[in-house]
């Protein structure tokens, strides 16, 4: 059972558009991270979101952790090459010091 | 420079012949952890380790052992290895649990035939 859903899947955009891609559960975390796989390595931490509702940005990367802590978004505003990559959420459940990924979302930015 | 590395980085076996996918990191970190990494699923935990000698099943334990007998190694090892365990594997630490942010070593492509 997938206790994490990412939305979409696949998504390729031109250089300079905006995107958002979507983490969403069922369950409640305690917090919510995200992370970017470059192809070849391994996944890089982009930032942690605690609280609901909370807002965090990353230059031109903006994450929310939703009201709930069910679900957060990633927005990219106006794509770069370099921002190339799979992007996974992982939810931490404190009271089983357990973290669980969601299957990521591929990006990919054409110049 | 702080990293975790692991060995080898390509491997292909036959099944049933043992190996050992080894794991080190330099930054001191208590928690470490294996991960399994297919297509559409995202990464799954194997095994993790709070601390030395303390090691614990994660969700997708069956067909692999682990040992944490000193803080910085944390080996994979498969006994006897199966097409359905080909798959990229990732290693990863960090300080005190996994609130904190993991550091990742950069994958062993895993290939059983």
């Known amino acids: 059972t997938q206790l994490l859903e990412q939305s979409p899947q696949f998504l390729s955009i031109q250089e300079g558009e905006n995107l958002t891609v979507y983490c969403n559960s069922s369950s409640v975390f305690s917090s919510l991270q995200w992370y970017r796989q470059e192809p070849g390595e391994g996944p890089v931490l982009l930032v942690t979101?605690?609280?609901?509702?909370e807002v965090k940005k990353l230059k031109r990367l903006t994450f929310q952790f939703g009201d709930a802590r069910k679900d957060s978004s990633l927005h990219i505003t106006a794509a770069q090459p370099g921002d190339t990559g799979l992007y996974l959420c992982?939810?931490?459940?404190?009271?089983?010091?357990?973290?669980?990924f969601g299957p990521g979302t591929s990006l990919s930015v054409i110049p | 420079e702080a990293q975790v590395t692991q060995n080898p980085r390509y491997l292909i076996t036959v099944t049933g012949k043992k190996l050992t996918v080894t794991c080190s990191q330099n930054m001191n970190h208590e928690y470490m952890s294996w991960y399994r990494q297919d297509p559409g699923l995202g990464l799954r935990q194997i095994y993790y380790?709070?601390?030395?000698?303390?090691?614990d099943k994660g969700d997708v334990p069956e067909g692999y052992k682990v040992s944490r007998k000193e803080k910085r190694n944390f080996p994979l090892i498969l006994e006897s290895p199966s097409p359905n365990q080909t798959s990229l594997y990732f290693c990863a630490s960090s300080l005190k649990g996994t609130g904190r942010e993991q550091f990742f070593g950069p994958g062993t492509r895993l290939t059983v035939l």
């Open positions: 380790s709070m601390n030395v000698e303390v090691t």
């Open positions: 979101v605690v609280t609901g509702g």
């Open positions: 992982a939810g931490l459940k404190t009271s089983y010091d357990k973290v669980i």
